[in-house]
Structures are given as structure tokens and as C-alpha cells.
């Protein structure tokens, strides 16, 4: 996990040691795809939501905000826009397997 991760670890760590002095609940709300990567923040989470984007406001966003050390180039277009496939569970397998095999040609294809 890079610096960023270790950072928010850290940061996370820290809340759940010193909790609300006021004998209230706490809630802490985490953002991001480590959620799902992590074991030990999967688990710190009562409930999970992921969110998709269309690929045109995913990039705007991204362009808008100001990231230190900024993003290398590409970055976008290599991580951040992951090539995941979202496949409805309800179709039949036969419809997913006829998608995925026209994918896998056409990338075959441009290769």
C-alpha cells in the first residue's frame, strides 16, 4: 500500500483509540476503493457502498481537484478508471459468457 494508505491507517487508528469524550457514539465515515482492498479497514466498516461514475464526470472531477505530489501522467487513465465490468447476476450465465468472449476479441484484436 503506498503513502497515502499508511497515512489514512494511521489517521483511522487514531480516532478509534480516543474515542468521544462526551459519551456520545462516534461515526466515522471512510471514502475510497481500500475499503474493499483492506482487510483491516473492510472490517472496521458496518456497511459498504460503492459508488459508480460515467467516465466523463469521473474525469472531470478528478482534473478539478489539486492533488500533492500531482497525479503522473496517464495516472488517471491507468488506475483510476479501472477496467472492471459490472455484470448484472439476475441475466443468464449464457448472456455474460457471450459478453465477455466479444470483449476478450476485441481486445485480442487490437493487439
Not at 483511522?12 to 480516543?18: H, I, Q, R
Not at 482487510?39 to 466498516?45: H, M
Not at 488506475?79 to 465490468?85: A, T, Y
Not at 450465465?93 to 470483449?103: A, P
Amino acid at each position: 500500500m503506498g503513502v497515502g494508505y499508511s497515512a489514512c491507517a494511521r489517521d483511522v487508528a487514531d480516532l478509534l483509540a480516543s474515542p468521544p469524550t462526551d459519551g456520545k457514539r462516534g461515526l466515522l465515515l471512510l471514502d475510497g476503493f481500500l475499503l474493499f482492498c483492506d482487510a483491516w479497514l473492510s472490517g472496521l466498516c458496518a456497511r459498504k457502498y460503492f459508488m459508480t461514475l460515467p467516465h466523463a464526470v469521473c474525469r472531470k472531477r478528478r482534473t478539478n481537484r489539486v492533488y500533492d505530489p500531482p497525479d503522473v501522467p496517464g495516472y488517471f487513465d491507468k488506475c483510476m478508471n479501472s477496467d472492471i465490468c459490472f455484470l448484472d447476476g439476475q441475466l443468464p450465465i449464457e448472456q455474460h459468457l457471450t459478453t465477455v468472449s466479444e470483449e476478450i476479441d476485441k481486445i485480442l484484436q487490437k493487439n
